[in-house]
């Protein structure tokens, strides 16, 4: 079979590559060049740059594709549904990956919010200096948010030119910008938070693979609240429910077995 995947994230490629392996043909999409690059150096065929509804429906008629697999970040909202949207027009058919969410212990210090506005809130009543282990996406949304005026933001993004520009535009200072790419262990975390003296840490729910469980683990040692943003909830669940449970080898099975293979 021909598959379209979108893969920038390291377990995307990795269920690409099994793909491949399994004597399907795959483009693996990636957002970056950077992403298109690692993603070549594992033997697998790229394509990169940011797709809106035009320019996805071409790739999927010019290459002949039989199938969309989308293995996007679990918070990557506006691309899960453009994908949805084009394997729909186009008639074909849609299967989503996500990984695994984390596997959470009990515990006085650990917090969750349903989006930025409630953890914005719950951190300003923790702390003053607080951790945004979050990603670059929303940085205006959280610098803009009156909740937290009061207390001082340190972001920990990649370390790219554009990224850095989007934290200067968003207003904030070299000081608050640790530009670093992980996976980083708990140890460091723990280096890194005990130095910058902060009271409150704000992560995703990116699983075992996104480095969740050692930020939640580096914040109980050093007995500090962490709040995890909960991931969007489907609006179609019964595309994506089944897949979040699923190994890599049984995702591949439900494809081909959809296809009689």
């Known amino acids: 079979m021909r598959l379209f995947i979108l893969a920038g994230t390291e377990d995307g490629r990795e269920l690409a590559f099994e793909l491949q392996k399994h004597g399907h043909e795959v483009l693996v999409s990636t957002l970056t060049e950077y992403g298109a690059e690692i993603a070549e150096r594992q033997g697998l065929r790229t394509c990169s740059g940011a797709l ?5 429906e071409r790739i999927l008629q010019e290459q002949a594709i039989h199938a969309l697999i989308d293995a996007t970040h679990p918070y990557a909202q506006n691309i899960r549904n453009l994908a949805r949207c084009v394997a729909g027009k186009c008639n074909l058919p849609y299967f989503r990956w996500e990984r695994s969410s984390g596997d959470y212990p009990v515990h006085p210090l650990l917090h969750f919010a349903s989006n930025l506005e409630d953890a914005a809130r719950l951190a300003a009543q923790l702390g003053k200096r607080v951790f945004l282990s979050t990603g670059s996406k929303n940085l205006r949304d959280w610098v803009g948010m009156s909740e937290l005026n009061d207390c001082e933001l340190y972001v920990r993004v990649l370390p790219t030119s554009h990224v ?5 535009e968003a207003g904030l200072k070299p000081y608050q910008i640790i530009a670093m790419q992980g996976p980083f262990t708990q140890k460091f975390n723990e280096g890194l938070w005990e130095q910058l003296k902060i009271d409150v840490v704000i992560t995703k729910d990116s699983g075992a693979i996104g480095g969740t469980d050692e930020k939640v683990q580096a914040c ?6 962490v709040i995890v943003l909960e991931r969007p909830r489907e609006a179609q669940p019964q595309l994506a429910a089944e897949e979040n449970t699923l190994t890599i080898e049984d995702f591949i099975r439900k494809v081909e077995e959809s296809f009689g293979h």
Do not use: F, G, R, T
Not at 164 to 168: D, I, V
Not at 220 to 225: A, E, G, S, V
């Open 52 to 56: 809106d509804e035009h320019s996805m």
């Open 164 to 168: 850095l520009k989007q934290c200067e």
């Open 220 to 225: 109980l040692q050093l007995n500090i609240p």
